[in-house]
């Protein structure tokens, strides 16, 4: 991950070069962001990869800046690769993480004529039959952040799931010395990411036999939800040592609660967060450390994969590799999944030098 983390500070530069030379991205309504390339077939930049496709990328929801900043050209995410591949590219999706409002923006890609679909799942069983028509239709099908593991061609997992799970337990025992009552703020009660993340936490808690998780609560990426959910633990659980929220929406309101409360001094916040948005919490003490990858090169390897795949260069056939652009050679894994590195600590030590 140190490499993938130089690539974060290098990137803006990158861009700049890159974005004064490609197509300029204009927002077309409410729930969408597109960008075109100005190829419309054949070859492109990367060999035989095939140009003009309609890839559209459909995160959880909109306006949650963990996938803004996966997806847009600016941070040289998911659209900016799929500008210099010289594909169209759409970010589309509803503003609640929530199926119902994510599978409508996954029918109106089918039906504008998608040749690739790049997903987070919301809650893969909701997700499911509108993903399996798309695959039916030829349509690539590959999911990023959140999986649909049984309705999708690839996965592309931002760091090993079993790590993410263990990594977060294993910072907040070293913060409370292993002891007390501690709780999980969560996304969504369906998100695939979170419940996989959560079940590692509950196995690797057995390693701390005085460490108790007293409650899980859902705080569904919305940061109103998010403040109620942390503001009832606090209320029902007042001997609370910690708070894990693996989530970038959830660990932020839980920072906020506890930084402005009674418990703040009391309550040690971690999870997975950005660096921007945490700033302020890890010089105030309640989060010293927390974690997460490089939200831009995730969307910017699942585009790559994305195209690939479309292209027909890569199957789900574990061993098969591809280059991805500046963040270079990817093999796909036993699970049909493209891994792209292990999670990174932020801390009071380092976080000064990252800016997303
Ligand atoms: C939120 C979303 C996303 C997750 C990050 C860590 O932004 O739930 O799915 O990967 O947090």
């Not at 140190?2 to 690539?7: E, Q, V």
Request: proline share 5%; charged share 15%.
């Amino acid at each position: 991950m140190r490499r993938s983390m130089k690539r974060a500070l290098w990137a803006p530069a990158v861009l700049l070069v890159a974005s004064a030379t490609l197509a300029a991205c204009s927002s077309s309504g409410s729930g969408s962001t597109s960008s075109s390339a100005s190829a419309s077939s054949g070859s492109g930049a990367s060999g035989s990869l095939k140009t003009g496709l309609k890839v559209f990328i459909i995160p959880k929801n909109l306006g949650n800046p963990y996938f803004t900043t996966a997806d847009s050209v600016k941070s040289g995410g998911a659209m900016a690769a799929l500008q210099t591949l010289g594909e169209s590219a759409t970010e589309t999706s509803g503003t609640a993480a929530t199926p119902s409002s994510q599978i409508p923006a996954l029918q109106a890609a089918i039906t504008k004529g998608a040749n690739a679909l790049i997903v987070s799942a919301t809650d893969p069983n909701a997700l499911c039959p509108t993903l399996k028509a798309a695959m039916a239709k030829g349509i690539t099908v590959v999911t990023y952040d959140s999986d649909a593991p049984a309705c999708r061609n690839l996965f592309v997992n931002q760091a090993s799931t079993a790590q993410i799970g263990t990594s977060e337990v294993d910072l907040l025992a070293k913060e409370i010395h292993s002891s007390g009552q501690i709780a999980i703020v969560s996304a969504a009660a369906s998100a695939t990411n979170q419940n996989q993340w959560i079940s590692y936490m509950k196995q690797e808690l057995k390693k701390y036999p005085k460490m108790k998780l007293v409650s899980t609560v859902y705080g569904n990426d919305d940061p109103t939800t998010a403040t109620q959910v942390t503001q009832g633990l606090l209320q029902h659980y007042p001997d609370l040592k910690g708070i894990i929220s693996p989530t970038t929406v959830g660990i932020l309101a839980a920072a906020q609660v506890v930084s402005s409360s009674k418990y703040k001094g009391k309550v040690i916040v971690t999870g997975l967060g950005t660096p921007d948005s945490m700033k302020k919490y890890v010089a105030n003490g309640v989060t010293p450390a927390f974690e997460l990858w490089n939200p831009a090169d995730l969307g910017y390897l699942a585009a790559y994969a994305a195209v690939n795949y479309a292209s027909k260069k890569i199957t789900n056939a574990s061993g098969q590799s591809f280059t991805a652009g500046k963040l270079g050679k990817f093999t796909v894994g036993s699970d049909d999944s493209i891994l792209l590195g292990p999670p990174f600590v932020f801390n009071k030590s380092n976080i000064s030098n990252f800016n997303f």
